[in-house]
Each structure stands twice: as structure tokens, then as C-alpha cells.
């Protein structure tokens, strides 16, 4: 879409707010393939770059509450309260690019 003729200048008709075609190489390394920095790639180079971004902060926050859940334990640990300890299952949350990478396996594997 962002390749179409004068579509800068229609989004700024109808929203009448200033538009720019995004590229993609501001996030790249200097000497990435000019095909890839094609305005085609930028919404697939900024997924992700988002993907990356949420597995980083996924990690930071596992190792955050591991570590908080371990220092807790060992302060309420005592010889009474441990046959009481119950654990919770944690509910694993997939992220969007894990969904829709399963959808899309099941799409190809389904289809004829």
C-alpha cells in the first residue's frame, strides 16, 4: 500500500495530518540489501523488531519474579509451613507472533 501513487498525499487530504512513507533501514545495519529497504518490508521489519523487543522484556520479567518468588520462599520457609507450600500452575500467555505462526502452519498443513 505504501507504494501507491500519491497515497501520501491522499492520507494527508483526509486526515489533514502530515504523513510520511516509513522506511525500514533506520532500524537495519548499514549494509543490509536495498531490497530489504523497500517500504514493502518495513511493517515485516518492525514486527519484529517488536517480537525481539517482547521476548527481552518476556525474559527481564521472568527472571524478575524467579528471583522475587525465591526470596520469598526462603523468608517464609520454616519447618511448619512447608508441608502447606502449594504451588499454582502459571499459565504460559503465547505471544501474537507465536499465534500467528501456529495459524499459519495449520493453514498450510490443512490446505489442499
Do not use: C, W
Not at 549494509?31 to 525474559?59: C, H, M, N, W, Y
Amino acid at each position: 500500500g505504501s507504494q501507491l501513487k500519491h497515497l501520501k498525499q491522499l492520507v494527508e487530504y483526509i486526515t489533514g495530518m502530515d504523513t510520511r512513507i516509513g522506511y525500514p533501514n533506520e532500524h537495519l545495519a548499514g549494509d543490509s540489501d536495498e531490497d530489504i529497504t523497500s517500504p514493502l518490508f518495513a511493517t515485516a521489519v518492525g514486527l519484529v523488531l517488536d517480537g525481539l523487543k517482547r521476548q527481552q522484556r518476556k525474559k527481564v520479567e521472568t527472571e524478575t519474579i524467579t528471583e522475587t518468588e525465591v526470596e520469598e520462599e526462603e523468608a517464609d520457609t520454616t519447618e511448619e509451613n512447608v508441608n502447606n507450600i502449594v504451588e499454582e500452575p502459571k499459565k504460559e500467555r503465547k505471544s501474537f507472533l507465536d499465534k500467528l505462526t501456529e495459524r499459519v502452519k495449520d493453514f498450510l498443513d490443512n490446505a489442499e
